[in-house]
């Protein structure tokens, strides 16, 4: 009898034992769909991005609900490029933890949402494609203290956000110049810039996009305050795609080349009509007078032009969402063309 | 008789049919777990506490750099959750006893106040307290440049409060640089409005269970004791409270490990205690279940050690039935 009973235990274990056999891994999202991006965006007729939660000059909808900024225009100009038309675009607000999962699982076709590009995020699941604007870390303090770089701040109480690269910075930054500053850590973004502007800190800590964001929208007179780098690093925020998609990562990446190409040639959205009639056979590859182009992208031959014609270069995206035309005024700096002492490098359009 | 017609069998059978249906589900979880931790390319281990933390901690009884290893680190905020949980559970006895006394006496405002107390704290959530008193301690007192000076060398600014120290070269007093004041003591609006929330949170509570065990004893004890000639704060010293404490221990047990797990509610208003640290940990290095697990292993030590502590106590102050 006992031994009957030994051996159902072992049926039973076995049993159990067998049952978590790993499935294989497979990142590629919706399994059979590889390299289908394009007709499921071509089917749906939208592109589906992620967007910040609230970032004006990257994502946020104005007071009649459309939504501008530079990650939003990234996206914009997919869509104008795969379907024609800039507005063919949904936007859904994720926060930083569920931004790399919806991609993945293929809730969103492209994630343009201030995201860094670092190599276990890269190597995890999801494809990078050009920085579309370079960050860094920066400080944000009172103009009246008179500081303006990271040693004029000996001793300061600094407010710091937890749960990113930042915290990490700040202590780097404090103890490699031996500034003494005395964080006051919170769990949240709004305590942690409520602390900054009730006086609680005497700086705040952050990427410098979002200082400049939260100077021109939550500070009463915006001259009251100066931002200044807090080390020399950039910051490569990039629109991902996810793995195993080539020809819509392809998309993704020439369609940010050709807002940059663009710029270059000196073409806008104003003159883009004229310049059809260009001879500069730079100009006739870029806006398909000269076909082919768009062919090998799976897209139609005009799907620059309508880019350029509906969203703009990327000078023109950069001023208007967070540039001189903008509220936050951020200097182009590295995200000048490498042309004028910036990263933004134009790839040949051949 | 048909063996699985046996009464004897079929427990055993059951029992161990469900014992291994357990330890299935326990397999299971740990190769799903050990799977998805994989294809997510996540390692698992405890390596990560010999590496360099990196992070800031804002204050601490102990004394931390972000070049300490992630094992100090969580060693920092074990020393402030402890630190904090005793300061804590001292005064709200202490504010407790007294509380209990008041809602005793017989005059009605004395009994009006300690009940409006209770009832007022009892019943808002301490999240909420503690923002409150957050919010009061940052918003409600003078900026850094204008701070309050009652005394010399005492200072009360948005900032916290800066007192003189007692130091090997006699008093330490707080001197303003061009930001902040240096030297001294500081007691940050973050740690105040711990201290303040959960102590007179934890007050409202442990003045009732006192309450209550002064009630308990039976009214014959207090009037014999009178009638023997005992003081009335006699009576209460020699008779009452002995008795009482019987009663009282073993809620006031479950009252002290409340305290100590609500402190990890540290996070709301940046207090870096252990839950705080860990949860930094977790986000910068992704080990989310080694995190927990030191997280939780710490919180089951200390509240066993407690529970064993005042069970002890207990059974020495029990009644002795021979």
Known sequence: MRRRGLAIIGVVGALAACSPAPKPVNDAAPAGKAGSTLATVQKHGYVSCGASQANA?????????????????????????????????????????????????????LLPRTTTWTMARDANGVNFTFPNYYDYTGFMVRAATGATKPADIKGASVCVQTGSITEVIFADVSWRQKLDLKPVIFDNVSATRQAFFSGRCDALITDASSLYSVRATQSKNPDDYVIFAANDEANPLTPAVRHGDDQWFDIVKWVFQAQITAEYLGITRDNVDEMLKSEDPAIRRLLGVEPGYGKALGLREDWAYQIIKQVGNYGEVYDRNVGKDSKLKIDRGLNRLQRDGGLMVPLPFS | MVWWRDQKFRAIALQLLAASAFIGLILWLTGNTAANLAKRGLTVGFDFLGRAARFPISESILSYSPTDHFWWAYTVGLGNTLFITVIVALTATVLGLMLAILRREDNPLAQGAGTTYVEFFRNTPLVVQLLFWYALVTVGLPSIDAPLNPLPGVYLTERGLYLPAISLNGLDMPVRAKFNFEGGLNLSPEFVAMYLGLSLYAAAFIGEIIRGGLEAVSKGQTEAALALGLAPKQALNLVLIPQALRIIIPPMTSQYINILKNSTLALVV???????????????????????????????????????????????VALKVR
Do not use: H
Request: proline share 3%; glycine share 8%.
């Open chain 1, 57 to 109: 000059g990257f994502s946020l909808p104005d007071d009649k609900g459309y939504w501008r900024g530079l990650d939003i225009d990234m996206c914009r100009a997919v869509a104008a490029a795969v379907l024609g038309d800039q507005d063919k675009a949904r936007f859904v607000p994720l926060t930083g933890q569920q931004r790399l999962t919806a991609l993945q699982t293929g809730e969103i076709d």
């Open chain 2, 270 to 316: 940046g207090y870096p205690d252990i839950s705080f640290v860990t949860a930094t940990t977790i986000n910068q290095t992704g080990q989310a279940l080694e995190g927990i697990f030191i997280l939780m292993l710490v919180f089951f030590t200390i509240s066993i050690v407690t529970s064993v502590a005042m069970n002890i106590y207990n059974s020495r």
